[in-house]
């Protein structure tokens, strides 16, 4: 059981890491190339990070269980915005201190992994729950 979460966390870290080079690179690029300022390109490099994440926590940490697509999409969907939410006010609070939006990378990477530990971590073994019995499709001969 130990073994299978720590196979869990770390390919969960790796798909974190991707999500988060395609996080950093959309928010590098939009506040060196377009000019925007790191709090209103915070979010959309956000959201361009999660989908990264679903397909990398689907398919490597979480091994594909069999649950129903449709429903892992809506439940991961609540999961990161509420993430997206935290991490939206942790970055901000990171943001007040002297000098650190000259750092916005490094106070993005704290706020994520705050956030990922203390929250999106544990609520994905919620939404990428292996099906169970009951929540299998019937036949139509059975009953």
């Not at 790191?38 to 679903?54: D, E, I, K, Q, T």
């Not at 993005?108 to 292996?130: D, I, Y």
């Amino acid at each position: 059981m130990l073994r299978a979460f720590l196979f869990r966390l770390i390919h969960s870290a790796g798909a974190g890491a991707v999500a988060t080079l395609v996080d950093l690179g959309s928010l590098t690029a939009m506040v060196s190339l377009f000019g925007l300022s790191p709090h209103v390109a915070n979010v959309p490099a956000l959201l361009l990070g999660s989908l990264v994440m679903f397909f990398g926590l689907k398919r490597f940490a979480f091994r594909d269980r069999g649950g129903s697509v449709r429903r892992e999409v809506a439940l991961f969907t609540v999961v990161q915005l509420v993430g997206i939410v935290l991490s939206a006010l942790v970055f901000d609070a990171l943001l007040r201190f002297p000098l650190a939006e000259r750092w916005y990378v490094g106070a993005r990477l704290a706020a994520n992994n705050v956030v990922w530990l203390g929250f999106s971590f544990p609520a994905w073994h919620w939404v990428f729950r292996a099906r169970q019995e009951s929540d299998a499709p019937r036949s139509l001969s059975e009953p």
